[in-house]
């Protein structure tokens, strides 16, 4: 099977390139920068680059289907959510290319990661939780730093 690790540059990166890599896999890793620390893994069979989702996300997803493409059935494993969001977003372009990823629906995606939310339903079934402050303007920054 083929694997498309991306956010070659996280430790998470490189721990799951060198995994998938030792069980046999072969792994392309993919950065948004020239190079990365997952792609010099002696475990990764290619390095790619791609468009990073926070500059241009449609023509991220875009630059990952066509890498998926070339092998129908690839799996693609984003590290962080900045990629994670992006993909599972515009998750039919994975899906016309025959692409693999393991991602529950967007909507729990997004929740999953709303840390407010989940602050809030901690608090609300009884969990010690830190004291979190909304902050949503800059003078409300400044009011609370003082």
Known sequence: MRVLVLDGNENQAVASVRSLGRAGYEVLVGASTNWSKAGWSRYCAR???????????????????????????TLVLPMTERTTVSLSFQRAALDA??????????????????KRA????????????PATT?????????????
């Open 47 to 73: 390095q790619f680059r791609y468009t990073a989702p926070q500059r241009d996300a449609a023509l991220f997803v875009d630059e990952i289907a066509q890498a998926a493409s070339q092998v129908p059935g």
């Open 97 to 114: 290319v025959g692409a693999r990823y393991v991602l529950p629906d967007h909507e729990t995606l997004l929740r999953s990661i709303d």
């Open 118 to 129: 989940t602050t809030e339903l901690a608090a609300s079934l009884g969990l010690a939780t």
């Open 134 to 146: 909304l902050i949503s303007e800059y003078a409300e920054a400044e009011q609370f730093a003082q």
